[in-house]
């Protein structure tokens, strides 16, 4: 197991002198359930503030009144139980290079909806048009919420599997979420965290990031990376929400950086190659995230600091 964290900060770049906002991605984060849009703002923020060119947020039409007034910078595009889910889907993927499904999202009949066609959206994606889609190098990131539908859908869980085999796949549980997706107790899970989180992996080709206070990262190619230095202020309600973003910010960020010497490569030396800077961008979200709550305990004190104030200090963590 990889502890050596100076080998995946280190691979942070420069931001490219010449870029505009679409070369640092476009990131669609459908989050959030009706008047609990707090997941979804954390996330849109924290995806921002990692480095992320363009945010668009796909929640409730209901918050669009505080997720616009707390994060003007991103685009709002709301849903109501009277949209039509697979319009909105279709569009939504066919315009998102990164996608986060899941934070706040709820476990509702419209939130299964949502979490139904995105999929289908983002599979139709990878059989219809794989020159176009495949050639953006897509990441889907499914935490929270997003997690505990799939754990209940088994349906849905296989169209995880059949995407997850064309583009990276990155999932995000908790202990108590990793239970669920595993069917095995919680106390199994605590036991032995690596083990649950090598499984999923394997079972269903993600990189999965097992979250505790030394978070594990595995994916299904054998690649493993534990953070061995636990950030107490992280506990706190809306963390999991920051780390997401953070991880999609950062894969936009590699993405920018490698995307000219991926297309110059082999079709499976760059499959190879773009599943390795999904991991990489895993690690290197998890590390930052860390390193920012404990920054911002600097300021506010290990008991006292919010998940707001972890996603600000990502920047200035990746500028170290």
């Known amino acids: 197991m990889d502890t050596d964290k100076t080998t995946y900060l280190r691979k942070i770049p420069a931001r490219r002198s010449d870029s505009n906002k679409g070369t640092y991605g476009k990131i669609l984060v459908a989050a959030g359930s009706e008047g609990m849009c707090g997941a979804a703002y954390l996330a849109g923020l924290a995806a921002y503030r990692s480095g992320a060119g363009l945010v668009r947020i796909l ?19 709301g849903y109501d139980s009277d949209s039509n889910f697979r319009v909105l889907s279709e569009a939504n993927v066919s315009w998102a290079d990164i996608l986060v499904l899941g934070p706040g999202l709820g476990t509702e009949a419209l939130s299964v909806t949502l979490v139904r066609e995105l999929l289908q959206a983002i599979a139709a994606q990878c059989d219809a048009t794989p020159s176009k889609w495949l050639g953006k190098f897509p990441l889907l990131l499914i935490d929270a919420d997003g997690l505990n539908i799939l754990s209940v ?6 169209l995880v599997d059949q995407i997850a085999r064309q583009i990276p796949v990155v999932v995000t549980p908790h202990p108590m979420e990793m239970a669920r997706l595993s069917a095995v107790s919680l106390q199994e899970i605590l036991q032995c965290p690596a083990h649950a989180a090598e499984a999923l992996a394997a079972a269903h080709g993600t990189i999965t990031v097992m979250k505790g206070s030394e978070t594990i990262v595995l994916d299904a190619d054998g690649h493993a990376f534990q953070n061995l230095e636990a950030s107490p202020a992280l ?47 895993a690690v290197t979200g998890v590390l930052l995230h860390a390193e920012a709550g404990r920054q911002a305990a600097n300021i506010h004190g290990t008991h006292g600091v919010l998940a707001r104030e972890t996603a600000d200090m990502l920047g200035i963590v990746m500028h170290a």
Do not use: C, H
Request: zero cysteines; glycine letters at 6%; proline letters at 7%.
């Open 153 to 158: 859908r088994p349906e849905l869980m296989q």
């Open 235 to 281: 506990s706190k309600g809306g963390s999991g929400d920051v780390l997401s973003g953070a991880i999609a910010g950062v894969y936009a960020v590699l993405r920018a950086d490698r995307i000219d010497a991926l297309n110059e490569v082999p079709p499976e030396e760059q499959r190879t190659r773009w599943r390795r800077m999904a991991f990489d961008a």
């Open 59 to 77: 929640t409730p039409a209901s918050n669009r009144l505080i997720v616009q007034s707390l994060l003007p910078e991103a685009i709002f595009t």
